[in-house]
T-cell receptor
Framework: EAGVAQSPRYKIIEKRQSVAFWCNPI?????LYWYQQILGQGPKLLIQ????????DSQLPKDRFSAERLKGVDSTLKIQPAKLEDSAVYLC?????????FGPGTRLTVT | AQSVTQLDSQVPVFEEAPVELRCNYS??????LFWYVQYPNQGLQLLLK??????LVESINGFEAEFNKSQTSFHLRKPSVHISDTAEYFC??????????FGTGTRLLVSP
């Protein structure tokens, strides 16, 4: 089966610009996650969706980050405006039973 | 709140030597524990998991981990490492509702 797809793989923007990332989970997986992984750290959960509803967004900086999963399948994560500290890899994952499957990630560099 | 501690940020080892990557967790509830591996410029891949049953779990490429409830540990071991095992390894605990909390990772560096 196809894995979790993410695009773009790399993105370089200037601070105060906006950026969007896309994720398509494994077919049939109802739960989707967005993580932020800063260099040298473990992934940190930003938001968790169950179908098209938000389960947990307690660590999402809502003043600048937004995410949606309108039809319960693919999802978009947006940052507007970006800050230097947003430089990180953004990972998308989806779940079957107790196992999370991760996409390759999007490496964001904010200059 | 659940948390995961990986004390070793980097572990250098020679090829064919044994290795242990340490992981300790804190949790007030029953836990499910995971080890993920991340190769350069790739996403995380599940290496092995403990959900219930036998406290010793194994992966297909020779790694094993043992769940120790009294010491709240889930250390990862391999008796003989290969160059291709060079990667970042993350320990994670399931906090309920299918959410994971990750440790800060251990970089395994295998040299010839």
């Amino acid at each position: 089966e196809a894995g979790v797809a993410q695009s773009p793989r790399y993105k370089i923007i200037e601070k105060r610009q906006s950026v969007a990332f896309w994720c398509n989970p494994i077919s049939g997986h109802a739960t989707l996650y967005w993580y932020q992984q800063i260099l040298g750290q473990g992934p940190k959960l930003l938001i968790q969706f169950q179908n098209n509803g938000v389960v947990d967004d307690s660590q999402l900086p809502k003043d600048r980050f937004s995410a949606e999963r309108l039809k319960g399948v693919d999802s978009t994560l947006k940052i507007q405006p970006a800050k230097l500290e947003d430089s990180a890899v953004y990972l998308c994952a989806s779940t079957s039973a107790m196992e999370q499957y991760f996409g390759p990630g999007t490496r964001l560099t904010v200059t | 709140a659940q948390s995961v501690t990986q004390l070793d940020s980097q572990v250098p080892v020679f090829e064919e030597a044994p290795v242990e990557l340490r992981c300790n967790y804190s949790s007030s509830v029953s836990v499910y524990l995971f080890w993920y591996v991340q190769y350069p410029n790739q996403g995380l891949q599940l290496l092995l998991k403990y959900l219930s049953g036998s406290t010793l779990v194994e992966s297909i490429n020779g790694f094993e981990a043992e769940f120790n409830k009294s010491q709240t540990s889930f250390h990862l071991r391999k008796p003989s490492v290969h160059i291709s095992d060079t990667a970042e390894y993350f320990c994670a605990v399931n906090t309920g509702f299918q959410k994971l909390v990750f440790g800060t990772g251990t970089r395994l560096l295998v040299s010839p």
